[in-house]
């Protein structure tokens, strides 16, 4: 079985913490994904990376970067975390772009005081 | 971008077919028709896709319109464990990574 692992189910950071959240997935999928989820708004994509060293913005990617040094882990970090950055954040990774199926952590709910 | 229009809501009894609809006017030519489900606490999940042909596999059925502009997914026989809020999501076509993700349908299974 596919398996995508989220380093926090939840997270309690204050006001101007750099945050960091991994996702680590072990099938050697290419793509790897960061969304944030919020209520009314449904999963909005944050970034993408296709390939190790590799990312391209999403549709919300102000204040957030990310960063993928080896295929199987993709990291998002908030640099000075902001209470409108609260949500659930949710990692996914695809064995490519396209049609193929993502797969789905179990997400980080992070709460910003 | 095209957009999905979904009912926040359905409610289904146990061991009936449930009949999920999606509307998607704006669909573009390339654009896959997706399903995902998201369980209680969890992350979503793949349950089916298609393009223009109606689709089977063993969680469910699509059934696509002719013109492409509404799909619908069909349980076959709802189950409680089938409770979860579904997603219709276009995108994947012509190799794109982007996937529009709506607010998805909350189905209730009564025992």
């Known amino acids: 079985d596919v398996k995508v692992t989220q380093s926090s189910r939840y997270l309690v950071k204050r006001t101007g913490e750099k945050v960091f959240l991994e996702c680590v997935q072990d099938m050697d999928h290419e793509n790897m994904f960061w969304y944030r989820q919020d209520p009314g708004l449904g999963l909005r994509l944050i970034y993408f990376?296709?390939?190790?060293?590799?990312?391209e913005k999403g549709d919300i990617p102000e204040g957030y970067s990310v960063s993928r040094e080896k295929k199987e882990r993709f990291s998002l970090i908030l640099e000075s975390a902001s209470t409108n950055q609260t949500s659930m954040y949710l990692c996914a990774s695809s064995v490519d772009r396209g049609v193929y199926e993502q797969y789905f952590g179990p997400g980080t709910r992070l709460t910003v005081t | 971008d095209a957009k999905t229009t979904q009912p926040n809501s359905m409610e289904s009894n146990e061991e009936e077919p449930v009949h999920l609809p999606c509307n998607h006017s704006t669909i573009s030519g390339t654009d896959y028709i997706h399903w995902y489900r998201q369980l209680p606490s969890q992350g979503p999940e793949y349950v089916i896709h298609?393009?223009?042909s109606n689709v089977n596999n063993r969680m469910a059925s699509l059934a696509i319109a002719e013109d492409r502009k509404s799909s619908t997914l069909i349980l076959h026989r709802a189950t409680l464990r089938d409770a979860a809020v579904y997603y219709c999501?276009?995108?994947?076509?012509?190799?794109?990574?982007?996937?529009?993700f709506g607010t998805g349908t909350r189905l209730k299974v009564l025992a």
């Open positions: 999501i276009l995108g994947g076509g012509s190799g794109t990574y982007k996937y529009i």
């Open positions: 990376s296709y390939d190790v060293k590799m990312k």
């Open positions: 298609g393009l223009t």
